[in-house]
């Protein structure tokens, strides 16, 4: 199925972020799974949401996990971004950090289940641009 794996095709990119938006939602609960690496599936969600909106609009992009890079070239696109999704800025610290053991502190399950609506946020975003 080349839709899946064509990186000129915004729904690809949507696809990827949903699923990691079910990999981050599935994964709760389950012995061994670190919340941290649920967090960073949550970032990946959104992180490749807005790529999708960027392939859209013909917008290029850096390889970066910065949310914030990817909220700036959209909106120099003249795109509206909602307060939902600017909120999800955040998620970008569990881009990196959080996959190695010199973390730092666990994440609690409050935090789990904010980057988790705040991922959600994101991709419905994407999906509403996308399918309009």
């Given at each position: 199925?080349?839709r899946?794996t064509d990186?000129?095709d915004p729904?690809?990119?949507?696809?990827?972020?949903k699923?990691?938006l079910?990999?981050?939602?599935?994964?709760?609960?389950?012995?061994?799974?670190f919340?941290?690496?649920?967090?960073?599936?949550?970032?990946?969600?959104?992180?490749k949401a807005?790529k999708?909106?960027?392939?859209?609009?013909?917008?290029?992009?850096?390889?970066?996990?910065s949310?914030?890079?990817?909220m700036?070239?959209?909106e120099?696109?003249?795109?509206?971004?909602p307060?939902?999704?600017?909120?999800?800025?955040?998620?970008?610290?569990?881009a990196v950090?959080?996959r190695?053991?010199?973390w730092g502190?666990?994440?609690t399950?409050?935090?789990?289940?904010?980057?988790?609506?705040?991922?959600e946020q994101v991709?419905?975003?994407?999906e509403?641009?996308l399918?309009?």
């Open positions: 199925m080349k899946r990186p000129t729904l690809a990119w949507l696809a990827r972020a699923s990691n079910k990999i981050a939602e599935l994964g709760s609960g389950h012995p061994g799974v919340l941290e690496d649920l967090c960073f599936d949550a970032q990946q969600a959104a992180e807005l999708a909106v960027c392939v859209h609009h013909n917008l290029d992009f850096p390889k970066t996990h949310l914030v890079i990817l700036d070239i959209l120099s696109a003249s795109l509206q971004i307060p939902e999704v600017k909120a999800a800025a955040g998620l970008t610290s569990y950090q959080v190695y053991p010199d502190e666990e994440v399950d409050e935090e789990y289940q904010s980057a988790l609506e705040l991922a991709v419905l975003w994407a509403s641009i399918y309009v």
